[in-house]
Nanobody
């Protein structure tokens, strides 16, 4: 069974950091583009970042995450990470990772359409 499992969420104070992990089972991540998305209460799910099999990355250019979030992958561990620094209350959301069925090695998108396998999500709460 093809699965993605997120972990690393939790509660943190503003200004703190968290590292989310996305682990794959049933397939190896190294051939696929993986994206991170988030959904805040009462809002639409939005794209955060993505990484291709060659390590090409894209981050949401909105000021909300740019310069604070970094995506990376460790193929030996079959895991993709999202390092989140200087967290703000507005980062509070359920964070999901997903696999892009096209998985071009040269570019990726944070539009949800091409992503067909999704994890169950991990909650991140930023509050003082």
């Amino acid at each position: 069974q093809l699965q993605l499992v997120e972990s690393g969420g939790g509660s943190v104070q503003p200004g703190g950091s968290l590292r989310l992990s996305c682990a794959a089972s049933g397939f190896t991540l190294d051939s696929y583009t993986i994206g991170w998305f988030r959904q805040a209460p009462g809002k639409e799910r939005e794209g955060v970042s993505c990484i291709t099999s060659r390590g090409v990355t894209k981050v949401n250019a909105a000021d909300s995450v740019k310069g604070r979030f970094t995506i990376s992958r460790d193929n030996a561990k079959n895991t993709v990470y999202l390092q989140m620094n200087r967290l703000k209350p507005e980062d509070t959301a359920v964070y999901y990772c997903a696999r892009d069925w096209r998985s071009s090695p040269d570019f990726c998108t944070i539009v949800q359409g091409p992503y067909t396998i999704w994890g169950q999500g991990t909650q991140v709460t930023v509050s003082s």
